[in-house]
């Protein structure tokens, strides 16, 4: 089948990042020029390029300044309520969990998006575990009492203030220097990326447990996404599709060589690093399960209000065995 | 002829000199915010969380009411390598473009940010932080700021340009004319250009 | 297009149009001529996202510290402090300025700020005691410039907002160099009145008494320091909560000299937020500007071009100093680095080059700017501080100073580690 020539911006996450290097660049340069037999271009650029945070794409992507574009979930959760529900903090174990909890909500997502906010929903891809980086030793959830923390998003928030510690806002490139000296003592962010940034170098315990997973949308402006011919529409679902599997192999696959490098183990992506891997227990999850269900769902459902909370009971809940409350 | 216009150019010149004070208080009281923050932190190991959000809108609402003053005592810099080669006359020509052409920008800037503002009611947006703040509130009080300086833009360009028209130079370079190092010297009495002074 | 945008921005600012104005009208122009992409939409959201960032709340607390301190008499009491130490050099008082800018530099976050301070109290010095006009004013622009390289420095932060680069790690490492360059413009002095000895006028002399008596004096300045500085390495506090703590003891300190008053307070916000409003409207207009500028590809044109030349490192970066001092000549220096960063910074580190060096590099460049006519602000303070004669004394009393900051940067390229080896001690 012949699509028509079709031509679009995308504007991806950071630059410097794998998520976008390894990710999204390949799949909007190579992957979709080549399976649409040369009809459909991409022109792509990370945010970072653009001078942007990333948490003004929801409103880009509305008043129809960019036509495609992916942002965290977490940065419109002050729009968009919604957006938190699939990386509430420290409500999966693992990523197949994620995985699951993610395209179980995902529809929800996808409604919410269209009729409230105007925005097409394409896909929901992860980066990878947000762990904890802490320079003095913790062996468990109990330790974080007291610690003062650099987080973001409101539901990190709401979890740190549960364990008795102290969130902080911090820019990203003033963790290093705020951990060196003390400022903070612990700082959440991804396996692999913390590598990267070399807070390693800044920590010596390393508490492997997911608080997230910096989950990513990717959308298109409604009106950009009305005017393409539907062939070409549901070439890119189809393509998208595909492509979403692969993003989570990835984050699956960056969490371990993260985890390893940061612990002395085989390493691929970053630096090999020797901090101290603390093994978590049982009790540990138990904790954290009871924390979610105390504090941070209900937080979370009274930001969201009762008819969204209910929804999230009918989908994450019921695969969870949680309940948020409805009022 | 500018005999009974001016009310508005006094009335402006009051509203935009009371908005610098409240603008500056803000970040004074930030300054307070952020020590008080650090201090807690040290000593009592508690945070007051949210001093950096805080602080964040004070700047966007501190510099939105602080510049329709800036435009009064035309702080808001001018390159005049060329400016300064020319008499009265072109330069009071000069002047008016200057005085337009940042109204033409204050007047977009408004309308865009308005436009924010408009976004975040209808999506009832709220800070993703743990004081959840609803943006409309810091987004509005960023606006109320932008309007002043575009209201002061409009009123200054009237006079400028009705000036300009009567041949006025004096009067234009007077209203919106390019600040020299010895009207700052003088406005400030006999201190260093405070002004223009701290601009890095 | 890249010829087009140049001429527009070259007219718009040639015109004498409000900088932040020229930026942004430049910035619509681009957007209606060369995208597709209606990015004029996105003003409002980058304006709020731009003038919300924590980092960029350093601006007005650093500007309101400066003038706090401006007017609490803390400059008088530096200057005599270090004038009794070092006048006996040949060129006398002269060395004082170049200390004095030093030790100011050390509590204050811009040059301007700096220069006014210390050239308010020289400058009546030196008809007193009938000093060379020229060179005298000339240590006074350059000595000013040292505040932005001395940390704090709001130019420093920034190039680190702009570049990601981490703000404590440059402050390090201006240290060495500010005090190098310090050293290096007292050089210049001794050099000029070596060679013509009447450009030195009367010197004074103190006795051992009066000197340490004196240090008294350098000691409110020195808490400043290590209050502000301090706090950011005792892991008290990141570097725009330091500026907090900057404006709260430079209070304290002007309670202290007993100028502290309600007038005071006024003339200091009046004089900090107009300064504060018109720096985040270059930033705001800068910020859009730079999104259709990387949305049309600029940027990206640019890394090309330069990888295209296919020069050696060394070269790429002495023809991109040579194209700052240029554009120094004519640009104000806020608009510069703004324009120039997001643009040249990522041209620079795809070299293999230091961001923390560049950074110290750049610092020096703009120095440079600030003292080269015609468009050299620290020139036009002295001169408005002096408030006579003609303000060609200064920019030539200003251009040996040039020299030793052209010898300064030629002295970082070739050995890095002046600035990176205290940085690097420390992380
Ligand atoms: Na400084
Ligand atoms: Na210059």
Not at chain 2, 43 to 66: F, K, Q, R
């Amino acid at each position: 089948q012949e699509l028509p020539k079709t031509s679009f911006n995308y504007v991806g996450t950071w630059g410097n990042l794998s998520l976008y290097n390894k990710v999204e660049k390949p799949f909007f340069e190579q992957t979709i020029p080549e399976q649409s037999g040369g009809a459909i271009t991409v022109t792509v650029q990370p945010f970072t390029e653009m001078g942007l945070k990333g948490t003004e794409i929801l409103r880009l992507l509305r008043s129809g300044v960019l036509d495609m574009s992916a942002t965290l979930l977490s940065y419109i959760g002050g729009d968009i309520p919604e957006a938190e529900a699939v990386d509430l903090a420290g409500i999966t174990r693992d990523i197949d969990e994620a995985h699951r909890m993610t395209d179980a909500y995902k529809p929800v997502l996808a409604e919410v998006f269209e009729k409230q906010y105007g925005v097409k929903l394409l896909a929901i891809i992860p980066y990878h575990a947000q762990i904890a980086y802490c320079r003095q030793p913790i062996t468990g959830l109990d330790d974080f009492k007291g610690l003062k923390i650099r987080s973001s998003g409101r539901s990190q928030g709401d979890l740190i203030e549960a364990l008795g510690g102290t969130p902080v806002g911090m820019a990203f490139g003033e963790v290093v220097p705020a951990l060196e000296k003390g400022v903070i003592d612990c700082g959440i962010t991804g396996a692999l990326s913390g590598n990267l940034a070399k807070w390693d170098q800044a920590t010596t315990h390393l508490y492997p447990l997911p608080i997230s997973w910096a989950t990513t949308f990717v959308a298109a402006g409604n009106d950009f996404w009305a005017k393409l011919d539907p062939a070409v529409q549901t070439f890119l679902e189809e393509q998208m599709s595909a492509w979403e599997d692969l993003a989570w192999e990835s984050g699956r696959s960056e969490t371990a060589d993260g985890t390893s490098c940061n612990t002395g183990g085989a390493c691929v992506d970053g630096h090999v690093s020797d901090m101290t891997l603390i093994p978590v227990n049982d009790a540990d999850y138990a904790k954290l399960r009871d924390l979610l269900a105390s504090v941070v769902v209900p937080r979370w459902a009274e930001r969201c209000g009762s008819e969204c909370a209910a929804r999230w009971n009918e989908t994450i809940g019921k695969e969870l065995n949680l309940t948020a409350p409805t009022e | 002829m500018d005999a009974p216009r001016p009310r508005f150019l006094a009335l402006g010149e009051r509203i935009s000199r009371i908005a610098v004070w409240i603008g500056g208080l803000m970040i004074v009281l930030t300054a307070g915010l952020i020590t008080a923050e650090v201090l807690l932190r040290k000593i009592a190991n508690i945070s007051t969380g949210g001093a950096d959000e805080l602080s964040g809108y004070a700047l966007a609402v501190g510099s939105s009411w602080s510049m329709g003053f800036a435009l009064l005592r035309r702080a808001h810099v001018r390159v005049d390598a060329l400016y300064g080669q020319f008499s009265a006359t072109p330069r009071a020509w000069l002047d008016c473009l200057a005085i337009l052409a940042m109204t033409g920008f204050a007047l977009v800037l408004t309308w865009f940010c308005a436009g924010v503002l408009q976004e975040s009611i209808t999506l009832g947006a709220r800070s993703t932080t743990t004081l959840s703040i609803p943006l409309w509130l810091p987004q509005g009080l960023w606006i109320t700021g932008f309007l002043i300086f575009s209201a002061l833009g409009l009123i200054l360009s009237f006079h400028a340009v009705l000036a300009l028209l009567a041949g006025k130079a004096e009067r234009v370079r007077h209203l919106v004319g390019s600040r020299t190092a010895e009207e700052e010297l003088s406005e400030d009495g006999g201190q260093p250009p405070a002004n223009g002074g701290e601009r890095c | 297009m890249l010829t087009f945008a140049l001429v527009l921005l070259f007219a718009l600012i040639g015109l004498s149009i409000p900088v932040a104005a020229a930026l942004g009208l430049l910035g619509l122009s681009l957007d209606q001529l060369f995208t597709v992409m209606p990015l004029y939409r996105a003003i409002g959201d980058i304006a709020w996202s731009a003038s919300t960032d924590f980092l960029l709340v350093a601006i007005p607390l650093f500007v309101l510290m400066g003038e706090i301190l401006l007017r609490s008499g803390i400059a008088d009491r530096v200057y005599r402090a270090v004038s009794a130490w070092i006048t006996w050099l040949p060129g006398g008082i002269m060395h004082a300025n170049i200390a004095a800018c030093t030790a100011f530099a050390a509590i204050s976050g811009s040059t301007v700020a700096t220069a006014a301070t210390i050239g308010t109290v020289a400058i009546p010095q030196m008809e007193k005691r009938k000093y060379g006009t020229r060179l005298f004013l000339g240590t006074l622009a350059s000595g000013g410039t040292l505040g932005i390289l001395i940390p704090p420095s709001i130019n420093i932060i920034i190039y680190g907002a702009l570049t990601d680069t981490s703000i404590p790690e440059l402050y390090l490492a201006g240290i060495l160099p500010g005090l190098i360059l310090a050293a290096l413009f007292s050089l210049t002095v001794v050099i000029a009145c070596l060679i013509r000895p009447a450009l030195g006028g009367e010197r004074e002399s103190h006795s051992w008494g009066e000197r340490f008596r004196s240090l008294v004096d350098l000691v409110p300045p020195a808490i400043i320091f290590v209050i502000v500085i301090g706090s950011i390495y005792a892991g008290l506090a990141t570097p725009t909560e330091s500026a907090a703590l900057g404006v709260v003891s430079s209070l304290i300190l002007a309670a202290a000299y007993r100028r502290l008053s309600l007038a005071m307070l006024k003339a200091s916000i009046e004089g900090a937020m107009q300064t504060t409003a018109m720096i985040m409207l270059i930033i705001v207009a800068a910020f859009f500007l730079n999104l259709v500028l990387s949305a049309i590809g600029l940027p990206q044109a640019v890394s090309a071009f330069v990888t295209e030349l296919d020069y050696s490192p060394t070269v790429t970066l002495l023809m991109i100093v040579g194209l700052y001092v240029v554009l120094g000549l004519f640009l104000e220096t806020l608009t510069l680095m703004i324009t120039t960063i997001p643009i040249i910074a990522p041209v620079v580190f795809s070299l293999g080059y230091d961001p923390v060096w560049f950074g110290i590099i750049l610092m020096l460049l703009i120095e440079t700017a600030l003292i080269t006519p015609p468009v050299g602000l620290n020139l036009y303070v002295i001169q408005g501080v002096r408030g006579r004669g003609q303000v060609g004394d200064v920019i030539y009393g200003a251009l040996p100073f040039v020299l030793a900051l052209m010898t300064m940067i030629l002295l970082l390229m070739a050995l890095p580690q002046i600035a990176l080896w205290l940085p690097n001690a420390v992380y």
